[in-house]
């Protein structure tokens, strides 16, 4: 997999590498896949 990054905004929606809904479904918050 490639890295992906997940960040949180400062509006708190979250700025994601991957698919919105991928991330979501994977229930990521500021983790980093390697």
Do not use: C
């Amino acid at each position: 997999m490639a890295k992906t990054r997940v960040s949180q905004g400062a509006n708190g929606r979250y700025k994601v590498t991957v698919p919105k809904g991928l991330a979501e479904a994977m229930d990521l918050d500021g983790k980093r896949l390697e």
